[in-house]
């Protein structure tokens, strides 16, 4: 029951946060978010051109506020580079089957994703891509 309510509430935290910056003002997405800056570096050393700071900015905050033991340890890029990695398997054609379990795979360190964890991660990232 919990890990099905982060899931609703890591959602709900993208859906909110995609709204609120739905602007495509850089200076002022990058002055709001701490990590505007970490997480513009990591998806352009990507090579990601769909994936902008605001986004990855959005998914950050949203993975540190529903996973916060995933997230212990991890700088914002690190993070930010989940969301550009799991992208790639996306939008590469990857079942979503694949593409969770490497979820579980970047998520490694002091703890692992759950199967449950890593489905709302993958969720959260599609929509995002």
């Given at each position: 029951?919990?890990?099905?309510?982060?899931a609703?509430?890591?959602?709900?935290?993208?859906?909110a946060?995609?709204?609120?910056?739905?602007?495509?003002d850089?200076?002022?997405?990058?002055?709001?978010?701490?990590?505007?800056?970490?997480?513009?570096?990591?998806?352009?050393?990507?090579?990601?051109?769909?994936?902008?700071?605001?986004?990855?900015?959005?998914?950050?905050?949203?993975?540190?506020?529903?996973?916060?033991?995933l997230?212990?340890?991890?700088?914002?890029?690190?993070i930010?580079?989940?969301?550009?990695?799991?992208?790639?398997?996306?939008?590469?054609?990857?079942?979503?089957?694949?593409?969770?379990?490497?979820?579980?795979k970047?998520?490694?360190?002091?703890?692992e994703?759950?199967?449950?964890?890593?489905?709302a991660?993958?969720?959260?990232?599609?929509m995002?891509?």
């Amino acid at each position: 029951m919990t890990r099905t309510t982060a899931a609703i509430a890591a959602s709900s935290a993208v859906f909110a946060l995609l709204l609120a910056g739905c602007s495509d003002d850089k200076a002022s997405s990058t002055a709001a978010s701490p990590s505007g800056a970490a997480t513009t570096s990591a998806a352009k050393a990507a090579g990601s051109d769909t994936l902008d700071s605001v986004k990855a900015g959005t998914f950050v905050v949203s993975y540190r506020s529903a996973f916060p033991k995933l997230a212990e340890g991890k700088d914002d890029t690190k993070i930010s580079n989940i969301l550009v990695d799991t992208c790639k398997d996306i939008k590469g054609g990857k079942g979503e089957d694949e593409t969770v379990q490497n979820v579980i795979k970047r998520t490694k360190g002091t703890a692992e994703a759950s199967k449950e964890e890593a489905q709302a991660i993958y969720q959260m990232a599609k929509m995002l891509c």
